[in-house]
């Protein structure tokens, strides 16, 4: 089964600009990947597409073998439960302990309490921060926001994670750690999506690097560097 297929996908604003001109790839299970380019280049509008924020102009997105723009609007959360996203400026309730940070993607799902009280500190204890666990945002540094932010796109345990420059708000040191920890994910069976600017980054884990430039995927290599 191959897991997400971009298929001649286009994304026209107007007669003269194309977010994404006719993008054609697919990633298997397990893949790590790395989405690179320059700002403007097309990488969050991707992303939208894959969680359907955004629909194309032209094209077909398939996701475990369905065609996710055929979904009704009554399928996208069970869709975007199975790609957990984390964002660059992380999204975290700042009224609400690191705890409740989790277990609310999952109560607004419907799941019962015995079971969050189970898969929280599960999921705090796999980003190293079940020791913060009843900790408040602003009692967080900047990278352990974003160990959050991973935490919570987790709790559903979701068949992808897609990540959208998911250390351009931390330190080089927080990066790694961030870094490291997608990286663990991605051993235990998770296919990773992850948009960034990041050269050393892409350079130090050498993995698949799709490379957009305007709109358009100009290299997809496996074992690659960011350039």
Excluded: C, W
Excluded at 14 to 28: G, Y
Excluded at 102 to 113: I, R
């Amino acid at each position: 089964m191959t897991q997400i297929v971009f298929n001649n996908v286009t994304k026209q604003f107007s007669t003269t600009v194309k977010a994404l001109d006719n993008v054609t790839f697919s990633i298997e299970p397990g893949e790590f990947v790395f989405l690179v380019g320059p700002s403007g280049a097309g990488k969050s509008t991707l992303i939208k597409m894959l969680i359907r924020e955004d629909m194309p102009t032209a094209g077909s997105i398939i996701f475990n073998d369905e065609n996710i723009l055929e979904y009704t609007h009554k399928e996208l959360p069970a869709l975007r439960r199975r790609i957990g996203v984390v964002f660059q400026d992380f999204k975290v309730l700042r009224s609400k302990t690191v705890f409740e940070n989790v277990a609310v993607a999952l109560d607004v799902a419907g799941v019962p309490m015995y079971e969050i009280e189970n898969v929280v500190p599960n999921v705090l204890n796999l980003v190293g921060l079940l020791d913060k666990i009843h900790r408040m945002p602003h009692q967080l540094s900047g990278g352990e926001l974003q160990r959050l932010a991973i935490a919570r796109a987790l709790a559903h345990e979701p068949d992808v994670i897609v990540a959208d420059e998911p250390t351009g708000n931390i330190d080089p040191k927080a990066s790694e750690d961030i870094l490291s920890i997608f990286k663990q994910i991605n051993e235990l069976g998770t296919t990773i999506l992850m948009s960034t600017h990041d050269k050393e980054l892409v350079d130090s884990l050498k993995k698949r690097v799709l490379k957009l430039e305007n709109g358009i995927l100009v290299s997809d290599k496996k074992g690659a560097k960011y350039d």
